[in-house]
């Protein structure tokens, strides 16, 4: 093959790559299209290419929805570290030379997490290379999740208490449970407050979808007692302005109380266990240059170490 030929067939197989990787994470082929800025039929014929030249098929087809066969699942952990290394090259390079002046960093958490726990790492970044657009996208949760699984956010950062088996949590840093009571409380006259005394108040809690919940309904059943809800309410700040105005209690962590409140702090430890943040990512990512370096500045921050 002449030497033209061959640049032509590696470049023809990186973007039959790239687009078979994007179906993979997009899961249509109609998404796949739209954020490689091509044509649908563009991102089939490549896809039905790479089959050809593997005589493989690689996806089950269903109607609309594409399901990897056996080959496919092998094929792709194959090439998308392939694909991101190709597409982060210039970012990688730049970065073995201590120099990150361009890209994107895209971060999945929660509005109290954006609130309390990222602020520092997120200001020495933004300072250190202004050159990176970064975003932090407002989610929590399954929605989270979800965003991680298509490659739409590098990780994400929060709370987690079960691990899919597709997900890898790291933990960065550690806050103690406090209750919050509004001033003047029965429960702020006591000098010893039981989980039995906080039971007999209603909690404004998170949604239940959320780890807060299932925290406190696992802590309550290990005491054989029973809680009662009179609001959910998402975030800290809502939660706290709400305990403020009298309209019930909460169990928060206390990364989140500034000491200007006006309400009443009383320790739990005795009750829940310290909270973990930490870093949420999907098996198999390859993390960008400037995502490992967030990621590194975070554990700076909380003075932990990476991978402990």
Not at 202 to 209: A, S
Request: charged share 20%; glycine share 8%.
């Amino acid at each position: 093959m002449a030497k033209d030929g061959q640049a032509y067939y590696k470049d023809s197989r990186i973007k039959q790559m790239r687009a078979f990787c994007e179906v993979v994470r997009s899961g249509s082929v109609t998404q796949a299209a739209q954020k490689l800025f091509i044509s649908q039929p563009s991102v089939t014929l490549q896809i039905q290419a790479l089959e050809r030249e593997l005589n493989v098929t690689l996806f089950e087809r269903r109607g609309p929805v594409l399901k990897l066969t056996p080959d496919g699942e092998s094929l792709y952990e194959l090439a998308e570290p392939l694909v991101k290394g190709v597409d982060g090259l210039q970012e990688n390079f730049a970065a073995l030379h201590g120099r990150l002046e361009s890209g994107e960093l895209n971060i999945g958490a929660g509005e109290s997490t954006i609130l309390y726990v990222l602020p520092e790492a997120v200001r020495r970044f933004v300072a250190t290379y202004p050159g990176i657009h970064s975003k932090l996208h407002n989610v929590t949760g399954r929605d989270g999740l979800k965003m991680l699984r298509a490659d739409e956010i590098d990780f994400a950062v929060g709370s987690m208490l079960e691990v899919p088996d597709d997900i890898i949590y790291e933990p960065v840093a550690m806050f103690d449970p406090v209750l919050i009571v509004p001033k003047g409380h029965p429960l702020a006259a006591l000098k010893k407050v039981t989980l039995e005394d906080v039971s007999q108040y209603g909690l404004i809690l998170p949604p239940r979808h959320l780890s807060t919940w299932n925290i406190v309904k696992y802590v309550f059943q290990q005491h054989n007692l029973t809680f009662k809800v009179t609001l959910e309410a998402g975030g800290w700040e809502v939660i706290k302005k709400y305990v403020e105005l009298g309209m019930g209690i909460s169990i928060v962590t206390d990364i989140c109380l500034t000491g200007s409140e006006n309400l009443v702090r009383i320790p739990l430890i005795d009750y829940f266990p310290q909270r973990g943040y930490g870093l949420v990512l999907r098996k198999g990512k390859f993390l960008s240059p400037q995502a490992r370096r967030f990621v590194e500045l975070l554990h700076e921050v909380y003075g932990t170490t990476p991978g402990s």
